[in-house]
Every structure is written in structure tokens, then in C-alpha cells.
């Protein structure tokens, strides 16, 4: 994980105390120390007396809940800021509510800016389609307007944008009067990109950033590569996480990699790897998924598939080959097989303790079967995976139904069954798809909508804490205990248990005496954690405790 965020010293020693420390060090602390940013020492408030007179700072935590730091594994920063900052489309229920918060955005934005929004989904909207160019048209006032669907994986684009991108009619995905996709959705992004200004970007980021932070994010894996936005997006934004306090970057750029140059390539702009959304397919919104058998509500289609095996594998193997960690976005049954294949054409090429050595990863990874995660499992691939998608698109009447039937829609997302297969989670937000939002991201996996998929809250916050740092390939962070980095948040919140998927565990396990540490009652309905305090690395980069 690169140590991109907190420049400047932390004080040198910092105790806190009166609170509740989530630690497997000690179950029962109410306080911990840190010093030049990691974790000192957890325990009782006896022996925080005798740390006291020679701390440089006391806090007093109030009875406040103290937890490793959140990590949100895949994100888009840049896009996340654009949505917080300007045109959300996210909340609207119909077509003719978007087109008036486009018509708004368009009538208050400088005449010079390119107009970006995001989050459209005509799924449910009474009208039961998006709008066509000319209504776009209209509403944008003529202004060039790209306009990404809440998945990000097809897009509407305004006549005055399209007339920017030289035979954009001949790129496959283009379509007269329906949202792009393929090259050409990837055409007009990087028009629309390229008209974003350094000042824009750089609010943007900032805007992301600070909303990560005060949320009880510590570190964010920024999911960036040729197909989503630029090489000056990611190192304008590495170069502004290591300049500001504020969360942890780490960087995946998914450029294919078939030799050395092109390791070289993706280690220069910064990154960890050559992961996040390198695209074995697209998404199941856009009916873009390459599934095994044709969409319920689209039968002349399966999706499409990207990359085939063999290209899978030479990557994987080219990584492997440079120490360079590898990865995907998979997300239908199709593309989750072909990435198993080449995966175990790269051990048979590379050997498999090397291929397992590095940690590739795979995004998302929906509609995984028993056979792709049992080769997740040899090979030691982490699943990067959203829990906020089952909620908001799982159940027998949401999305994931309509796209591919019910029985189909249950089985998407199986968190449950790659814990039992021993598959490391890490979890994050696809943000802008869906909102950074960590809490609720635990609470939908441990209350997913299909009950066989569900894990305890234990293992949903671990997968959204230490399963992040396991994911960029360190093990010493996203847990508190001596010797760890002091990234932690502070939080206002309840009585703590322990909650597991069956009801009666979950009560019995609130008895102290098993020596579990507690977490805050995520059920359905109850109220969720409030930030007060996020520190990464020691340096406080969000703060409420006294307010």
C-alpha cells in the first residue's frame, strides 16, 4: 500500500483513553497510544495512568468507539468529486426528473465547461428508457454533456459532445439514439475528460477525499487505467493525496501488460499494480456482462468479452514475471471462467507459488461460480468485491432480476461462499456507482439479500478494513495492535455485540465473556456510527470529537 497521504509529523506520542478500543490485542481495552504513527500499545485504563504524564497529547475519548480505519477498495476519485460537486443524477425516479437537474446544471455552469454528470438508471423510471438525444439536447442547452450511467459502463452524450470525437459513428458501441458503449462510450469519455481543467480536477479530488475522511476512510485503492481516464488523473492525484493530509492512495492502473516495457509503463505512473478495471467484460446494467446464456430481458445478447483466456494469461504471467501485481474486472459468469482459465494457464506457464505470491485481485466478480472461486482459492486471489450492489440491485424484484431472472439473481454475489473456500475479501464502493458509504457496506453483506450469501459482521468489517491492506499486499494494517499503523477512526455510536448471520449466534455472542471484540448493532434499520475522528499514520485528517 503506498503511503501516499499525512505529510508532516504527528506528535510524537498520543494516548487516548475513557473510550472502547476494537483491538484482538486486548478485547476489553478502553485505551491505546500511538507514537511516530503506529500503534504503541492497548490496554487498561490503570495502566493509562502511568502513560499519561508523558504523553504529548491526551484524548479523551468520552466513551467514543475507536476501530481500525476503513479502506474502500476500488474507487474512481476524480468521478466521485464530479458527482459530490455537480450533476448527480443518482435520486432521480424519472426521465423527466433528470432532464430538469440537467437542464438546472446546464443553466448554472460557466458556458466554457464541458457539462459532466453520472448516475442515471432508467430501469425503474415510469418512462422505462433513458432520454433520446434530442430531448439531451434540450435540456443541455445545446452544451456538449456526457453523461455516465450509474455503472459507468455505457453512457448519453448531447450531439455537441459527439461532434468533439473525429468517426465516432464508426466506433463499435455507437449508436444513433441509445447510450453508448465499447469504444465508443470510451471515445466521448476521454473528450469529455480531456476538457476537465487542473482546477476542476483538483476540486474534485479534494471533494472525494474529505468526504472519504469524514466517514472513517483511511485508505483508498484508485481503480484507474486507460478506459476510465488519464495518466495525468492518477498522478495529479497521487501527487495531491502525498501533498494533503487526508487518506491513503493507492493506485491500479489497468494497462495489459505483455512484457517488461509494459510493467515499466504501469510502475511509472505510480501504481501498485496492474489491476482494478483492466475489463474482461462490462456490467450487468448495461447488459454488457458476457453471461453463459443470454439476458432474461435481452435474449439476443450475452454481453461482450473483452479479453479471451490466453490474453488473461499472458498478462498474469508478464505480471507475475516483473513482481507486479495483476488484476481484472470480471463480473459475469463468462468472464469470471476466463479469468479462472487464465489464471491456471499463468501458474502452469510461471508456477503457481508465484502466481500466488503476488496477490492478483479481481474486481467485482458477481456472478462467480463454485468452480472460479475454488480457483481463486489455490491461487490466492483476492476478490475485490460491493457489497452496496446487492443492495441496492439484489432482490426478486431489483435489477440483477430483471437482467437475468431470478434464479439467476440469486446467486450474484456469494461473499459467503468464498470466505468457506478460503478467497480473501476485500471490500469497497465502486464509488460513483454506488455512494462511499463503509458502514453500510458491512451492513449489506452481513444482511445480504439473499441469506446463503450473508457473513457475520466480523468478517464484513474485516474484509472493509484489513482486507483492503492484504489486498495492496501488506499485512501489518487494518488492525489495531502494537506495532500497526495508527490509522483509526473515532465513533459516536451504541452498545457493541457481536452479529452473525443466525440470530442465535448473534445473541449469544454479546456475552462478554467470549472475548470477541464488539461492533456497533448494524440491523436493518438501526442508526449507524457517526464519525468523529479519522487519523491516518497518526495525523488527524477529520475531526468532530469536540465539537
Known sequence: MTDSATPGAAPRTVLLRHGRI?????????????????????????????????????????????????????VHTT???????????AGATTLREALDRVRVHAESSPAADVLLGHGWDATAWPEGRPPTREELDQAALGRPLYLARVDVHSAL????????????????????DAPLTGEAHHAVRRAADAALGPSQRAAAQRAALRRAASLGIGSLHECAGPDISSEDDLTDLLALA??????????????????????????????AGAAGDLFADGSLGSRTAHLSAPYADAPHTAGTAHLTAGEIAAHVAACTEAGLQAGFHAIGDAALAAVAEGLVQAAERVGADRVRALRHRVEHAEMASEETIAVFASLGVT?????????????????????????????????????RAGVPLAFGSDAPV??????????????????????????????????????AGRDDGGVLRPGAPADYAVWDTGDLVVQAPDDRIARWSTDPRSG???????????????????VVAGRTVYDRLNE
Open 22 to 74: 476494537h483491538s484482538p490485542a486486548d478485547p476489553f481495552a478502553t485505551a491505546m497510544a500511538t507514537e511516530n504513527g503506529r500503534v504503541a500499545w492497548i490496554g487498561s485504563e490503570s495502566a493509562a495512568d502511568t502513560l499519561a504524564a508523558s504523553a504529548d497529547e491526551v484524548v479523551d475519548l468520552h466513551g467514543a468507539l475507536v476501530t481500525p480505519a476503513f479502506t474502500d477498495a476500488h
Open 79 to 89: 468521478a466521485t468529486g464530479l458527482a459530490l460537486t455537480g450533476l448527480d443524477l
Open 157 to 176: 452524450a448531447t450531439t455537441a459532445l459527439l461532434d468533439r470525437v473525429p468517426g465516432i459513428t464508426r466506433l463499435a458501441g455507437y449508436q444513433p
Open 242 to 271: 502525498a501533498a494533503e493530509p487526508g487518506p491513503r492512495v493507492t493506485a491500479y492502473w489497468a494497462g495489459l501488460v505483455t512484457g517488461p516495457s509494459d510493467a515499466a509503463r504501469v510502475r511509472k505512473t505510480g501504481a
Open 383 to 419: 476478490a475485490s468485491v460491493q457489497p452496496a450492489f446487492d443492495a441496492a440491485w439484489g432482490g426478486e424484484d431489483g435489477m440483477y432480476a430483471r437482467r437475468l431472472g431470478a434464479a439467476r439473481a440469486r446467486t450474484l454475489n456469494p461473499f459467503a461462499a468464498f470466505l
Open 434 to 471: 454506488t455512494p462511499l458509504a463503509p458502514w453500510e457496506g458491512v451492513r449489506a453483506a452481513a444482511f445480504h439479500r439473499t441469506p446463503a450469501h450473508r457473513v457475520s459482521v466480523r468478517a464484513a468489517f474485516t474484509a472493509h478494513t484489513r482486507g483492503g491492506w492484504r489486498a
Open 516 to 534: 470477541t471484540p464488539g461492533l456497533p448493532d448494524l440491523s436493518p434499520g438501526a442508526p449507524l456510527p457517526r464519525c468523529l475522528r479519522t
